[in-house]
Each structure stands twice: as C-alpha cells, then as structure tokens.
C-alpha cells in the first residue's frame, strides 16, 4: 500500500506522507542478541519483543477486513499483525514465540544434511546455499521464507519476538524454487524489498501488538548490519527525447525523476541519478527513460513507422512450406497446432512397440505437465487428439493435418563446459552432436464423412485411400515422385499399411514415412469415427528432393489414344508394383496411367483379381494410329523392305510382356481388352 500511495500521489499531483517516515527507538544492547554469519545474504537483521501479549485477542475487523481484501486470510492477532505491516509496508515480518526461542538468533547458511520442518508441516532436506535462522536448539527458520514448526506462535503465545530483516533477493528465489515454497513474504523478498525501512516496520508491528493485544514493548533494540549503499546510474538528459521522439527538457527529467523519489545531481547535459532504495529495478539508464516517459504519457510518443530495410524475400524453405499448406488446404484439410509434448500413456494410446525409435523420447528439464514430460517423437499424438476431441463435439467428419518438429533422442552425452572461456571448436562440435535430431514432420488425419450427402447422391466416409491420395496429390505438387508399399507399423491397420517411398532422380529409394487406415483397438481408445486413417511423413526429406526449377505440363493440340486393360493377378500383388510395370513399359507416349476398378467375384478364380488400368497415350507431333502386333518370328532375309512406319500407341500386350519378368508373365494374363 506504501507504493499504491505514492504512485496515486504522483498521478493526481497529490502530496504524500511516507508511513515509514516515523521516529524509531535507537538501536540498544538490551534487545535479544542476535549474530549474523552472513552479512551478503542479510545485509540488516533487527530484533524487537513484546511481552504480556494476550493470544485470546481478537483481530479488529478492519484490519482483518483489510487482509481479506488482499487475499488473505485472518488467522490470530499475532500472526494478523505482521501480515498487515507487510501489507502497509511492503516489508516482510515474521514473529517468533519468544519463549520457545532459546539463546540468541544467529543467521547463517546451511550445512549439507539438515532438516527443517516449516510452518506447513513439510520435513525438508536443507542446502548449503540456504540462509537459514538458528538459535541454541538448531535451526528454527528458513530464513526470508518461511519459519519453523519449533517456535510457532500459537494459542499460548504471550511473549512475541519480531523479526524484520532484509534478506538477499537472489538466494530468497533460489531457496524458494529449491523447496518449492510460495509464501507472501518469498515473493516480495525474491523480487526485492526496501532495505532501509526494517526498524520502521519493527516498530509498527510493536505499536499495532501494544495496542491491540494489551503487550508490553521491552526496552531493548537489536539492529545487526546496515542497509547496502544506493545505486548511483548516469543518465544524459537528452536521453528520454531521443528514446521517445517526444520534446522532453532537462527540468522535465529532472523533475519527473524526483517525483519517483530518485536524487538527481550533477550538469545538465550527464544527470548522477541516486535510485531511491525501494525501486531496485532502476538499475541502468533507460530504466530511467521509461519513468520520465510514462509520467510525461505514453500518448504523447509520435507514431512514426521506421524505414524497413530492402527485403530479400522468402527462403526455399519457407516457399515450400508454403506450398505445402496451400496444396493441404486446397484438398480441404484444415491445419491445427498441438503442443510438441508426448507421455508413455499417449504413445501406449498407438500402441507403439517398446523397442521403437519413437519411445526414446527427449525429457524435458521442466515440462508443462508431468503427464507429458517428453518431446514428442510423432505428431499423431496431438493431431489424433485434435480429431476427437472435433468429433467429440459433434462434427460429422474430420480432414486435418498439421506440420511441426520431432526430437530424437541422441546417442551422443553433452560435455559439461565451463563460462570462463569460449568453446574450442571441438567442443563446439560435441555439443551440436549431442543436440536431439528435430526434422519437421507432416501429419494428416482424416476419419468420418468425406464427401456430404445432398441431392447429388449420398455421402462418403473417408478411408485409406483418400489419406494416401492426398499424399500422392502433395508430392505431385512438389514435383517428386512417391510409390506406396506395403508394411506393418503401429498405429496402422496391419493390412492397410503404406510405407510411403521416395524415389529421386537417381533411382534412390528413401522411406518418407506411412500412410494407412489406422487400426481398429486404436480408433476405439482415442474416440474416433470408425476407420480413421493418418499419414504421417519425415517433411524435410520430401522438401529437400523438390526440384529448384519444376517444368510446365506440356500440352499437345492432338487427340488422346485410350486404351483400358484388365490383368489378372494373385491377390498377393500389390496394385502399385503392376502400374510400375506397366508404366516402365509404356514408352514415352504414355500421359497417364490410372488404376479405376479392383475386381473379386464371379469370373475370377480363388486367390486372384483383376486390375483395371486406364491408359491414355499422346503425341505432340501427330495423332496416333491403332496398336497392332508385330509379326510373329520371321527370318530377317525373308522381311520385304518398307518404309518405317509411324509409331503408335503400343499393344497392351506388348506392353506386358516388355514390363513383365518371365517370373511375372506367369502371374498375369489379359482378362478383357477394350
């Protein structure tokens, strides 16, 4: 309240009266002895008591109306008051029983291997870097945080010890983290507190005991230590002008720096600003600016927008990154965003193997949850996630996909480097090796109606086939060629399971990642429409494949030579081997190859079916004639001499039989030819 007072006098131009400012008994031998070990981390301790205490006193209601105001809660007297001089003060106080306390107080660190219990009942393993309060029995505090257990002021309590010390901010945060306590006066005495108002805010503690609880103030007084010295920060007075662009004068700084309580001494052109001791986060010269610019106004700082520099556009990267959510959303995906966190429960949920790359996961240092501690290696985990939780809520069908990165745990131990020095290059080297594998991923989802019903025809689920489409769609995009295989891998179906192939320019083959209907234990575990499929690929190595410079379709002005075949295949076959086949045995004329209709039933034996491919052939010098067989073996001398004639769609046949191995023919006959 002491700081909301001096800010509401400084907006309304109000005069203020600081409540610290109040004439304090002078420091004594006669007070409760008390010793300092550690002047760094308490550079002021001061002691006061108060006997004839009556604990049955009851809280005055405005104060403890003034307490739950703040968000508190009244507890007794005792324990009110020195919350309410916190409140007033911005000081934190904490009273001990002074007839549990034996011997005087002494402030020093802990040693490695004691205990504490705190005020909340919590056996805690002290550290060596904590400041602790002690007295003849041991340890009876923890100091700027929290008392201990042993000197409770409680029921019984009719003789009060006042302590009001100051305490370093530093180790007040690192004590409070290490211990995980947050207590009010941690949280003032971590960010800094007055150092100079301890005996003030003793002896208002004193009086309001006195007054309120029938107490005696004994005579004695015991302040240890003196407050640290006042910074001292030069400022050039033009500095605010510059900064804000507003026309701000060396009286109008001066005066404004006062007014926040700072001394300004020196020339007008470098002002020695001495930062008043309840504003330690005035600690550099543009600190300063911001005091004198937000009571000039924030309104009055001229909106001008910089000169932006010439830009050198996008990169490939985000080009295609780009290009990848375009050509998504052009197939009606909708892109989501998870958190990059995964637990064992989340990837139990996929059934994951525990021998899989995906289980070795990152673990992070502080995570958000504790029920998602690592780095996610798969970006199923949240975009399945975002998929129930859509149709959970009453949508028909979902289609998303999100792209993001993964982290592989490394192999490799990170060295522990010292800051006294820079990294070799060596050692620079081990610390990126040591570094998680983090590519970026693609995933795709897609479950629940696919095409709506309407007066067209009914409607459509979606189902592996669509998922796998959209991953040819996007590759074609791209410009790089993928083939589908089949593979097993969880969370897919076991028989609807593509491991997606890309295949480069040199004939390489490298594994993207699967695609596939999810399988049915998973579906059901997660809540999602029944037969669910999901993609997911490795993004960078599909990017790094794409060509710099991608050639135009080629249009030609002739007509289109069609021919569709029906082969008859085990059922063992993949579809995709028989169009590679056929594809490799085309020739150059072929425009596209396309597999229409699977066929099982009447007509095609046990263990067999039957694969529809439309093939459609161009030119782009002339119109193709009709394909006919060559003629049957004849001897060379006996072949009448003619002119070479145009080529033509070739024979489907013919096709086959260039495409197949003699291992293949034997798996494949014509079934119909039109």
Known sequence: MRGVAREAALAFDAPYTDPVDRPVPAADAQGHPVVVDDAAGCPVFVARTVSGFDPTAPTPDWMARRIQLAGMRPISLAVDVTNYVMLETG?????????????????????AGERLTTLDGTDRALSPEDLVVTDDSGIIGLGGVMGGETTEMSSTTTRVLVEAAHWDAVAMFRTGRRHKITSEAGKRNERGVDPTICEAAADRVVELLVAHGGG??????????TPPAPTTVTVAADLPARVSGIDIDAATTRRHLAAVGCRVDGEDAALEVVVPPWRPDLTDPFDMVEEVVRIVGYGAVPSVLPTPTAGRGLTREQRLRR??????????????????????????????????????????????????????????????????????????????????????ASDVAAPLLGVDRRPTDDEL????????????HLAVVLGGQRENPGWWGAGRDADWVDVVGV?????????????????QLAPWHPGRCAKVVLVGADGARTTLGHAGELHPRVVARLGLPSRTSAAELDLDLMLAAV??????????????????VALLVDAAVPAGDVEAALRDGAGDLLESLRLFDVYTGTGVPEGKKSLA???????????????????????????????????????PSMVMQAALSPVDRGKCRFDHQR
């Not at 080297?429 to 970026?440: E, G, I, M, N, T």
């Not at 991953?471 to 995009?477: I, K, Q, Y």
């Open 613 to 651: 491919f439309a093939l459609r052939f161009r030119a782009l010098d002339r119109t193709l004639g009709e394909g006919r067989r060559p003629p049957r073996a004849m001897p060379p001398s006996a072949a009448p001499p003619s002119a070479p004639e145009p080529r033509s769609a070739p024979d």
């Open 216 to 225: 005696t103030a004994e005579p004695g007084v015991t302040v240890v230590g």
């Open 323 to 408: 290009r990848v959510g375009r050509t998504l959303a052009g197939a009606g995906l909708v892109e989501v965003v998870s958190f990059p966190f995964t637990g064992e429960a989340a990837l139990d949920a996929l059934e994951v193997p525990a021998d899989d790359e995906r289980r070795r996961t990152v673990r992070l240092a502080n995570p958000l949850s504790t029920e998602e501690p690592s780095y996610t290696t798969t970006l199923l985990t949240g975009t399945l996630a975002a998929a129930a939780r859509n149709t959970g809520r009453g949508l028909p069908g979902v289609a998303l996909f999100e792209t993001g990165t993964v982290a592989f």
């Open 471 to 487: 991953v040819r769609d996007l590759a074609g995009e791209l410009g790089v060629e993928v083939q589908v295989e089949n593979d």
């Open 429 to 440: 080297a081990a610390l990126l090796d040591a570094l998680p594998r983090q590519p970026l």
């Open 547 to 564: 060509p710099d410079a991608v050639r135009g379709p080629v249009f030609s002005t002739y007509p289109v030579a069609k021919e569709d």
């Open 91 to 111: 000081r934190p106080i904490h009273g001990y029983d002074a007839d549990k306390v034996s011997g005087a107080l002494r402030v020093r660190r802990a040693t």
